[in-house]
């Protein structure tokens, strides 16, 4: 049975999304990230990514981490895929074609659009969106998204989802990179088919139960 290290305030949301999709059974250990807290070597300080007893798990001090078995990954994407293949069923990729594709668009999201959008969301954030610097971050993030969103973007013009014709692990890791773009409306307008397609990912019942859950942890 799969372990799952990470609050669901992380990109923790990756592989949980998957694994409530899934149905599978798995064990969740929310460790929270260091820099949230103001002594995270404090004796009582909740477990963490500085904490010893997670170092041991992995000495990256970042979430998430999955443990399955004698298996260790610590990357959001590569674990979400795994566990797609091992548990998904037809959530994972059915041939070689499509684990290659959904290789491609992990590598796509993790690359190409989640560090711009993690510009976007911190700048929301931290109420910075409509200050100089921030309008400027923000509209180098929207140009670093410009090509990769255009790819998207004339995908799902004549695809409901990523892979085949059914909601896939593919949908999720990309669904979940470009949340953290969500926040930036004029994106939507500029890439009606993608953000429409986002909101069909984000309708779906083990999406909205994670966030429900996510937006109860601590902020
Ligand atoms: N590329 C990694 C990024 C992992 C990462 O940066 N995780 C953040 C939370 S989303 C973290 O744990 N930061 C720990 C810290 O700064 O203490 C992945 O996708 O798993």
């Not at 566990?83 to 990729?93: E, I, V």
Request: aromatic share 8%; charged share 20%; with cysteine.
């Amino acid at each position: 049975m799969p372990t799952i290290y990470g609050v669901l305030r992380s990109r923790a949301t990756r592989p949980l999304w998957l694994l409530a999709e899934a149905g599978t059974e798995f064990s969740h250990v929310p460790v929270v990230q260091s820099y949230r807290l103001a002594d995270p070597t404090a004796a009582d300080a909740p477990l963490n990514t500085l904490s010893p007893e997670f170092l041991k798990i992995s000495p990256q001090s970042a979430v998430p981490v999955m443990v399955d078995g004698d298996l260790v990954l610590t990357e959001s994407l590569a674990i979400t895929l795994c566990l797609a293949r091992q548990y998904g069923g037809d959530l994972g990729p059915l041939d070689a074609n499509e684990l290659a594709l959904a290789e491609q668009w992990a590598l796509f999201g993790g690359i190409s659009i989640d560090l711009p959008g993690i510009d976007i969301i911190y700048t929301y954030a931290d109420g910075l969106a409509d200050t100089p610097d921030g309008a400027a971050k923000i509209a180098a993030a929207v140009d670093r998204l410009s090509r990769p969103l255009a790819r998207l973007e004339t995908h799902l013009t004549t695809h409901e989802y990523l892979i085949g014709n059914r909601f896939t692990v593919a949908d999720i890791m990309v669904a979940e990179c470009l949340r953290y773009s969500q926040p930036h409306k004029p994106l939507h307008a500029a890439y009606p088919k993608t953000f429409a397609w986002l909101a069909r990912c984000q309708a779906r019942p083990a999406f909205v139960d994670m966030m429900a859950r996510r937006n109860a942890e601590a902020a």
